[in-house]
């Protein structure tokens, strides 16, 4: 039997390194491309092919695309801070719409089977909740603006060429492999590395913003399974936890798997959705999903894999293009 060969993209960062986990499992041949910006070489598997560098480099894609003849891509690679997105329109759009283009076009041009593509609830904006994928789409910053335009083009891709695609929007995504020293997005993360360093938890505004918090085992073998799955191509997918709380809620929640009394501080509110949370009826009609990862369970199993792993410390964004409004907890050490 012919293994089948995959591209991942983003394969070294949270999400796609558990995909490319469950393509191995399944017996794909993975190639990662990842620039490592915010992924880690250590969440490659060995198995993988592993190639640094980024999506933007339309030579290294072609020459990718030619030597393996891939039969299917799995594009999880963007840079997801969606509250900086304001911020970063230019790096936004570039990394997070241009660079899926151009997989995309190389896609069309090798004939690729299926384009797996991970979008995000953010694409919905405040919209009649739960978010059903029947609503028109009404994104309310860049990065969600940037994730509804490459739906939009690879719905004219398969319009135009044939190019099959699935795409799913998951929220809220926790576990293992994630980078919690990124100040920017991933709250449980954030939360976690707080306690790590012995800060106060940072919430925006009153923390009475709700989410549904979604473990990695809830995701990632369903993004890996899809392209087997016929009545799944050429449609989107909310993908995610249906338990909704309060990031207060969670603070607390985060707290006690870690074994934690650690206070919170309250910052200025940001820019964004209020309560954000979706309906799966359409997922659970086409996919078998096993039962969920409860909250609880899920942050004790991350907490266990934080405290072996130790606080995480990156870099400030330092390419702000527009500092106007940006939010003083993220001013820090920024260059213009």
């Known amino acids: 039997m012919i293994k089948p060969i995959s591209l991942v993209t983003g394969g070294a960062g949270f999400i796609g390194s558990h995909v490319v986990h469950h393509l191995l499992e399944a017996g794909h041949t993975a190639v990662v491309l990842d620039d490592l910006s915010g992924g880690n070489r250590r969440n490659v598997s060995q198995e993988a092919i592993f190639y640094k560098g980024s999506i933007l480099d339309v030579t290294l894609i072609e020459q990718l695309f030619e030597q393996y003849k891939f039969d299917y891509v799995y594009h999880l690679a963007a840079y997801a801070a969606e509250g900086l997105s304001h911020f970063i329109r230019h790096f936004n759009y570039q990394n997070n719409l241009i660079g899926s283009v151009n997989l995309i076009n190389a896609a069309v041009n090798h004939e690729v089977k299926c384009f797996v593509f991970t979008s995000s609830i953010a694409v919905y904006g405040t919209n009649t909740l739960p978010l059903t994928e029947t609503q028109t789409p009404q994104p309310e910053d860049p990065y969600g603006i940037a994730k509804y335009a490459v739906e939009q083009d690879l719905t004219n891709a398969h319009n135009m060429f044939g190019l099959d695609y699935v795409i799913f929007r998951p929220h809220n995504v926790y576990g293992t492999h994630q980078n919690i020293g990124d100040k920017y997005r991933n709250v449980v993360g954030i939360f976690m590395n707080q306690i790590l360093e012995g800060i106060p938890l940072s919430i925006f505004g009153d923390g009475e913003q709700t989410r549904a918090f979604t473990h990695i085992n809830d995701v990632a073998p369903y993004i890996a399974d899809s392209v087997n799955i ?47 949370y979706a309906d799966h009826s359409k997922f659970q009609s086409v996919f078998t999903p096993k039962p969920s990862v409860q909250l609880t369970e899920g942050l ?30 993220w001013k820090e050490n920024q260059q213009t």
Do not use: Y
């Open 300 to 329: 004790q199993e991350m907490s266990e894999w934080v405290k072996a792993h130790g606080a995480q410390q990156s870099a400030s964004f330092d390419h702000i293009e527009i500092s106007k409004n940006l939010p003083p907890s």
């Open 230 to 276: 016929s009545k799944a191509q050429n449609t989107v997918f909310n993908i995610g936890s249906d338990d909704v709380c309060t990031v207060n809620q969670l603070a607390t929640a985060v707290s006690q798997a870690m074994g934690s009394t650690t206070e919170t501080v309250f910052l200025e509110q940001r820019e964004e959705v209020e309560h954000a």
